[in-house]
T-cell receptor, first 116, second 111 residues
Framework: DGGITQSPKYLFRKEGQNVTLSCEQN?????MYWYRQDPGQGLRLIYYSQIVNDFQKGDIAEGYSVSREKKESFPLTVTSAQKNPTAFYLCASSIPGTGRTGNTIYFGEGSWLTVV | GEDVEQSLFLSVREGDSSVINCTYT??????LYWYKQEPGAGLQLLTY?????DMKQDQRLTVLLNKKDKHLSLRIADTQTGDSAIYFC???????????FGQGTELSVKP
């Protein structure tokens, strides 16, 4: 089945550690995104990538890093510089463009990160 | 700037209609979306509307778009307990194609 797979579903991090969240898609989408969700708030964009080997910072990129070496993969690293990393992280993908193509953005099932 | 706003809570009785409202700021947005999120899950795309449309209907869902007032609504007819979830409105920002989300409206359906 085509879709977006995020792993792990639940992750615990100790203070000062870096952790990496995996996101893989087999939809042949060029664009991929990482969002963070906190209780009572909407989704906030961390990083996005329109094409392989290229990515841009979103609204809350500080303390995070990404790579886009393959079309189907867009891993997110939460570094020790991120002071409040406990949240629900959502990966998404789409066909890029200005919207005229009528494309939509599809989401994975999310990963819960908790700092212990 | 980019901003999407929604009310946080809505409670209805089973069988009634639900109307979830949203306002947005980017007049150049080409697509507006409604997503549904059940507890602990990702976002499920419900429907979307192109900015040159006023209305779109899809089974029990009706989307109304007032582009002049930058107001979007989602009407769910014959609301069921399975419709209880958080509903997010989002606009597609033209630069980079990223989505800007509202805070989400928690819909509670009482039997």
């Amino acid at each position: 089945d085509g879709g977006i797979t995020q792993s792990p579903k639940y992750l615990f991090r100790k203070e000062g550690q870096n952790v990496t969240l995996s996101c893989e898609q087999n939809l042949n989408h060029d664009a991929m995104y990482w969002y963070r969700q906190d209780p009572g708030q909407g989704l906030r964009l961390i990083y996005y990538s329109q094409i392989v080997n290229d990515f841009q910072k979103g609204d809350i990129a500080e303390g995070y890093s990404v790579s886009r070496e393959k079309k189907e993969s867009f891993p997110l690293t939460v570094t020790s510089a991120q002071k409040n990393p406990t949240a629900f992280y959502l990966c998404a993908s789409s066909i890029p463009g200005t919207g005229r193509t009528g494309n939509t953005i599809y989401f994975g099932e999310g990963s819960w990160l908790t700092v212990v | 700037g980019e901003d999407v706003e929604q009310s946080l809570f809505l409670s209805v009785r089973e069988g009634d209609s639900s109307v979830i409202n949203c306002t947005y700021t980017d007049s150049s947005s080409t697509y507006l979306y409604w997503y549904k999120q059940e507890p602990g899950a990702g976002l499920q795309l419900l429907t979307y509307i192109f900015s040159n449309m006023d209305m779109k209907q899809d089974q029990r869902l009706t989307v109304l778009l007032n582009k002049k007032d930058k107001h979007l609504s989602l009407r769910i007819a014959d609301t069921q307990t399975g419709d209880s979830a958080i509903y997010f409105c989002a606009e597609r920002y033209n630069q980079g194609g990223k989505l800007i989300f509202g805070q989400g409206t928690e819909l509670s359906v009482k039997p």
